[in-house]
């Protein structure tokens, strides 16, 4: 499925994608089937990819593929209302630090609402919550979001990244790029994947 048809198509396929990627993002399991890494051949309907431990994987594209991209935008834009993810690690004093946040379009408001474990790093969480405030201050700046079930405060420290989704397709996944490919593994070591993330302008997708 391509992003780029008209005028509307794209932000429809992207919201179809961006169900997609919640629901695999909304996972209990506090390790979700996905591989992250960096594209190093592209051959017709397979990537070799370097994951980001160092092995060598093979993806298998479907024939269903979703393409979504993943691009930087600024602190300013998370704002009260905004519907966001954040992948946080524990913090002195039980702070929770935002490795990163992304914003999701008004039309995934709502998917995988919660807070979990996550596999992004070590004790690393992901919450999926609706932003209830966002302050400044000297000593940086916090977001307080709400979800069914509870509420968090977020620390923003210098090295959160902020980021959200953008139109993208087959095109984009090309030899350098950053991906986080969401699927199975087949039986012979392989990676099977229908749903793709891919980081805009050498961008690594840090969720």
Do not use: C
């Amino acid at each position: 499925m391509s992003f780029r048809f008209s005028v509307t198509r794209p932000l429809v396929a992207m919201a179809l994608l961006g169900l997609s990627v919640s629901s695999a993002l909304a996972q209990q399991s506090p390790t979700p089937t996905k591989v992250r890494g960096e594209i190093e051949r592209v051959d017709g309907d397979s990537l070799a990819v370097k994951s980001r431990s160092g092995q060598d994987v093979k993806l298998t594209l479907q024939p269903d593929l979703r393409v979504a991209g993943i691009a930087p935008v600024a602190l300013s834009d998370v704002k009260p209302g905004s519907f966001i993810g954040a992948t946080t690690v524990p913090g002195p004093n039980g702070a929770h630090n935002a490795v990163e946040i992304h914003i999701f379009p008004e039309s995934m408001r709502g998917t995988g609402e919660g807070s979990r474990a996550w596999d992004l790093g070590p004790n690393s969480t992901m919450t999926n919550a609706t932003v209830d405030q966002s302050v400044a201050s000297n000593d940086g700046s916090t977001v307080t979001v709400k979800y069914k079930g509870g509420e968090k405060v977020i620390t923003v420290t210098t090295k959160t990244q902020v980021v959200t989704y953008v139109p993208a397709d087959k095109s984009d996944l090309k030899q350098g790029a950053k991906i986080i490919a969401f699927g199975k593994t087949l039986p012979d070591g392989s990676f099977q994947t229908s749903r793709i993330a891919v980081g805009r302008d050498g961008l690594t997708p840090p969720m």
